[in-house]
């Protein structure tokens, strides 16, 4: 089959490809594929690069946004070619992309997001828009009324490459999810589960060991109410980037540092300023 005689999607899904885009197709009610009768129930174990890492390289598109693909070989195998010629929708991964994905589901979401959000790429959608963010953090559901957050773990449709200039992720869309990830303990102390071992592949430290030393610094950042939090996230920032410095990386230290910012502008530091005091101290600048 040429290019000329190829679906329209499958067109469209190597022309993204061919940019870096890792792409999928979706059925009917914009749903991924399905598994295979060998991947069906994670029989086979889930891919590598899912939640619970497995041995599964299947060559079908199953198991959702965990089967986006740039490579044109994969795109065009006989596998996915058949999927294509199904296909209703094209789908990309965001985090694979190195991008998020704020999905506004309604006017009022889009309203909210004129008035919260910096200005980025946007992407008009058949009840709201697409704002795309450069950066990489866990997808999140019902952040707030009419908003999802979409990137690693998480698919979205391809609707168009959109207008604007793409911003970098700004700690105010990273303080939605700790909003929803953040539960309160019996003895006051807030824990966020963001960070992840998807983001550490390189750290020689435990999850736990990680989690409870982001948790007692970020609890320290937000007692801060009155002044000095940025100071403290600072500090925060440079203790826990020293505890990486002998890993073979990467350690996730983004994402540690994001949520360090968030907790600053949690309790009224501005972000720009945030960003910056977390930066200095992940680079042990003084």
Sequence with gaps: MTPHTLPALHRAALDRAAHGLPVLPLRAGKLPMGNCGDCRDNRCGGRPNMKTPGPCACPH???????????????????????????????????????TVVDLDNPAAVSWAQKTLPPTVTVATTRGEHWIYRGVMRSHNAVRPGVDIKSYGAYARWLGPGTGTLAPLPAVVRALAVKEDTTTSPAGVVSSTRWDRTVATGCRHTDRYVRDGLDRGLSLVRARTESGAASQAYGVA?????????????????????????????????????????????????
């Design 238 to 286: 440079a203790f826990l980037a020293a505890r990486h410095r002998d890993c073979p990386g990467p350690c996730g230290l983004e994402a540690i540092g994001a949520e360090i910012t968030a907790a600053a502008v949690s309790v009224g530091v501005p972000e720009p300023y945030a960003a910056r005091a977390v930066a200095r101290g992940m680079a042990g600048v003084s």
């Design 61 to 99: 598109p199953c198991h959702g946004w965990a089967a986006a693909a740039n490579e044109i070989a994969v795109i065009t195998s006989p596998q996915w070619s058949r999927a294509w010629q199904q296909a209703e929708a094209l789908a990309y991964h965001p985090g694979g992309a190195g991008v």
